[in-house]
């Protein structure tokens, strides 16, 4: 199985890495192109994969491809490879508001593609990834693609209507449960607590709150309550966040991001 990325920035790092690490495929089955010199070395120092500046190489070499460049190029680059790509190819987009009919448009063929969103925690072997595909696609290698796609975290099949709320609940979210863990950090900062040791805090917190629903299963106002002790210190916390719109305003957040992506 021979894997290939066309553009090598951060989410084709977060996503190697852990496909690398976990023996899913071997780095020297990887090839990666970027327009960026820099991206490219970092990309054969670090992983230790083939790299060119030639996209068309890369089709050239991979069973599986994957578009790893920002949405407002996808044209350029499908433009580019669309003659080269074969009928057993399994192209993989990873961006936001390309749908599986736009891309067969795209490409003006019919080709196996399969739509995702991947998100950055794959870096640390804790990613979520949605994926659907096409019906050029046979279950036997969806399975293959999410097997490799399970390399750097979990991985969820789901209808394409879906797509646009998994870029606002998981894909973009990293980006505000990192903005959370500054706040947190910058309040205890405010009480005198040395930077990093607040990030830690913060960071653990937040971390083993997500363990809690994941693995107790139990609703997050559920979790919530337990920590609320009456006429405890939580609960001004609490009636202070709601003061403040905190739930509002995440929703606006996420609300905000899916129209972005529809808009693609
Ligand atoms: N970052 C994230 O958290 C997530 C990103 N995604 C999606 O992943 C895709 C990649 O995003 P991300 O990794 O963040 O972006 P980056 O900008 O970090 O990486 C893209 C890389 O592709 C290079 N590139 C641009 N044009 C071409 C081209 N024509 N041929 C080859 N390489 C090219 C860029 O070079 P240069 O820098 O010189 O332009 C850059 O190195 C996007 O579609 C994004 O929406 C999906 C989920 C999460
Ligand atoms: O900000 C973006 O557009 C990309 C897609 C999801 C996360 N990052």
């Given at each position: 199985m021979k894997l290939?990325?066309?553009g090598?920035?951060n989410m084709?790092?977060?996503?190697l890495?852990?496909?690398?690490?976990?023996?899913i495929?071997a780095?020297?089955?990887?090839?990666?192109s970027?327009?960026?010199?820099v991206?490219l070395?970092v990309?054969?120092?670090?992983?230790?994969?083939?790299v060119t500046?030639?996209?068309?190489?890369v089709?050239?070499?991979?069973?599986?491809i994957?578009l790893s460049?920002?949405?407002?190029f996808?044209?350029?680059v499908?433009?580019e490879?669309?003659?080269?790509?074969?009928?057993n190819q399994i192209f993989i987009?990873?961006?936001?508001?390309?749908?599986?009919?736009g891309l067969?448009?795209?490409?003006?063929?019919?080709?196996?593609?399969v739509?995702?969103?991947p998100?950055t925690p794959a870096l640390?072997g804790?990613?979520?990834?949605?994926?659907?595909?096409?019906k050029?696609?046979?279950?036997?290698?969806a399975d293959?693609?999410?097997?490799i796609l399970?390399g750097?975290?979990?991985?969820?099949v789901?209808t394409?209507?879906?797509m646009?709320a998994v870029v606002?609940?998981?894909?973009?979210s990293?980006a505000?449960?990192?903005?959370f863990i500054e706040?947190l950090?910058?309040?205890a900062v405010?009480a005198g607590?040395?930077?990093?040791?607040?990030?830690?805090?913060a960071?653990?917190?937040v971390l083993?709150?997500?363990?809690?629903?994941?693995d107790?299963g139990?609703h997050?106002?559920?979790l919530?309550?337990?920590?609320?002790?009456?006429?405890?210190?939580?609960?001004e916390?609490?009636?202070?966040?709601?003061?403040?719109?905190?739930?509002?305003s995440?929703?606006?957040a996420?609300?905000?991001c899916?129209?972005?992506?529809?808009?693609?």
């Amino acid at each position: 199985m021979k894997l290939g990325f066309i553009g090598c920035g951060n989410m084709a790092n977060a996503m190697l890495g852990g496909i690398i690490k976990n023996n899913i495929i071997a780095s020297s089955d990887i090839i990666s192109s970027d327009l960026n010199d820099v991206s490219l070395e970092v990309a054969k120092d670090t992983l230790g994969i083939k790299v060119t500046k030639d996209n068309k190489e890369v089709v050239d070499q991979s069973d599986i491809i994957v578009l790893s460049v920002k949405p407002q190029f996808y044209s350029s680059v499908i433009n580019e490879i669309k003659y080269l790509i074969k009928e057993n190819q399994i192209f993989i987009s990873i961006a936001p508001g390309q749908t599986l009919e736009g891309l067969r448009t795209a490409f003006g063929r019919e080709l196996k593609i399969v739509r995702t969103m991947p998100n950055t925690p794959a870096l640390v072997g804790e990613g979520i990834t949605a994926m659907c595909y096409n019906k050029n696609v046979t279950e036997k290698e969806a399975d293959l693609v999410a097997s490799i796609l399970a390399g750097f975290g979990k991985v969820e099949v789901i209808t394409e209507n879906l797509m646009d709320a998994v870029v606002g609940v998981s894909g973009s979210s990293p980006a505000y449960v990192f903005m959370f863990i500054e706040a947190l950090a910058d309040g205890a900062v405010a009480a005198g607590m040395p930077r990093n040791k607040a990030y830690t805090f913060a960071a653990q917190a937040v971390l083993g709150s997500a363990k809690m629903v994941l693995d107790t299963g139990k609703h997050p106002g559920e979790l919530k309550d337990m920590v609320c002790s009456p006429g405890g210190t939580t609960i001004e916390a609490v009636r202070m966040l709601e003061k403040e719109g905190f739930r509002s305003s995440v929703m606006e957040a996420v609300k905000a991001c899916i129209d972005k992506a529809k808009s693609l």
